[in-house]
């Protein structure tokens, strides 16, 4: 089930995306006037599927041509869906922070670090318990967003 | 040899000789394949490590259809070990979704998969409720809960979902017993998805825009069908767990057995 937590600041409309996007997503109608920038915020997404997706995108086609689309901390698994459907990430839309998977041979386990745009994404890192882990990404393929976003 | 008429399919991606090898039970078969596949540009770079599972797999379909029993037998699992759902429910899916969570954090081996897995079965569910029993129904995504179930019961038997966990390999499979699954018309909206057309399709309600399909096919090593039409459709997929999910995409393989004609 998926939870929007809506807040009007001015001019912008910051939206917290919480749960599953999903056959039973209701996504609500916007009230835009005033707003010129939307921010959704994904750090909570669980998941979304097929049927989610194509509500997202019909969703986000009924959205004024001159807001500007803003998503934030990105987990994986939105980014590797806007790497392969190009409207999930509408025209001019960006991605401002993203997380990135690293390998932890000791754990035996993926850790998300979070980078924002513009940001070096290093082939290792090192973690505060000392442990230096790996990029755990096909960095042309996981990437692919940051070029359509350019 | 099976009796009644069969098409069966096996392609494998060669990285080195560029093509896709087909084996079919006749030359036209074999041109029905390729008309009807989608892209093969994607097996291109990709070299199955499953191959030598290919010849066992043809020798079975040849003479028996492919079952769950047999795809479990060849990867080395144990069907006893073999956690099923039963899918008599259209609101079940985030109880199934709950348990494989659980499983996943039991199994450290898979735990770095969870969300591949519990996409894949969240999209094999929404298939079991939506589409297999679309056979004439036109079920609309909007339908009551009590519409859906009553659909689902329209099966000889009810439809499962199943997920079985070996030291090198998952099998998520779906069955259902409405048989409804066209394989022209799968491979058609994958089609799309490959060309980056689906988004084309968002607003046709009807069915689903072969998005599914793809999700789950970029999250697995083996994607193996059975089907027979208007009877019984089957899909199973395999995930290799001995390497790591992100570094180990270099293979997929296709594989399907279809008795009797397709359905349209």
């Known amino acids: 089930m998926i939870s929007l937590k809506v807040n009007k600041q001015s001019t912008l409309l910051a939206i917290n995306v919480e749960g599953s996007i999903d056959e039973d997503a209701s996504l609500p109608s916007l009230d835009f006037s005033g ?3 939307i921010c959704f915020d994904f ?16 969703w986000l086609k ?14 994986p698994i939105l980014i590797d869906q806007i790497n392969m459907i190009s409207g999930l990430l509408p025209q001019g839309g960006i991605v401002s922070s993203f997380y990135v998977p690293y390998f932890s041979e000791k754990e035996d386990d993926v850790v998300l670090q979070l980078f924002n745009k513009g940001q070096e994404v290093p082939e290792e890192i090192a973690l505060p318990s ?3 882990v790996e990029l755990d990404v096909i960095p042309e393929k996981y990437f692919k967003f940051l070029k359509q976003a350019a | 040899m099976r009796k009644h008429k069969e098409k069966f399919y096996l392609s494998q991606g060669n990285c080195a000789e560029k093509k896709t090898v087909f084996w079919g039970e006749d030359g036209s078969e074999e041109n029905f394949f390729r008309e009807q596949s989608f892209s093969f540009s994607h097996f291109l770079n990709k070299s199955s490590r499953f191959f030598s599972k290919y010849t066992t797999i043809l020798q079975r379909i040849k003479t028996r259809p492919l079952n769950r029993e047999f795809i479990l037998n060849l990867w080395g699992h144990k069907a006893e070990d073999c956690h099923t759902f039963l899918v008599e429910d259209s609101q079940q899916k985030s109880s199934i979704l709950q348990r494989v969570y659980e499983l996943s954090a039991e199994y450290k081996k898979i735990k770095i998969h969870a969300d591949d897995i519990c996409l894949i079965i969240d999209e094999l569910f929404t298939n079991l409720v939506y589409n ?6 036109n079920i609309s995504r909007k339908e009551t809960p009590e519409k859906l179930n009553s659909y689902l019961k329209l099966a000889p038997k009810y439809s499962q979902i199943f997920l079985s966990i070996s030291e090198n390999s998952l099998i998520i499979g779906a069955e259902d017993y409405f048989g409804s699954l066209s394989l022209k018309k799968l491979l058609h909206k994958m089609k799309l998805s490959f060309s980056g057309q689906s988004e084309d399709h968002f607003s ?18 083996g994607f193996i069908l059975r089907i027979n039409p208007k009877k019984y459709g089957m899909i199973c997929l395999i995930i290799d767990i001995t390497k790591r999910k992100n570094i180990k995409k270099v293979s997929s393989s296709f594989i399907v057995d279809q008795e009797e004609k397709d359905n349209e």
């Open chain 1, 35 to 37: 707003i010129s920038h």
């Open chain 1, 43 to 58: 750090k909570e997404l669980k998941l979304i599927n097929s049927c989610g997706i194509r509500d997202w995108v019909n």
């Open chain 1, 62 to 75: 009924a959205f004024p041509t001159s807001l500007k689309i803003e998503y934030t901390q990105c987990p």
């Open chain 1, 130 to 132: 000392g442990e230096t």
């Open chain 2, 132 to 137: 297999a029993p679309n056979t004439g129904n």
């Open chain 2, 204 to 221: 046709d309600l009807s069915g689903g825009a072969g998005l599914g399909m793809r999700l789950i096919y970029d999250r697995c090593d």
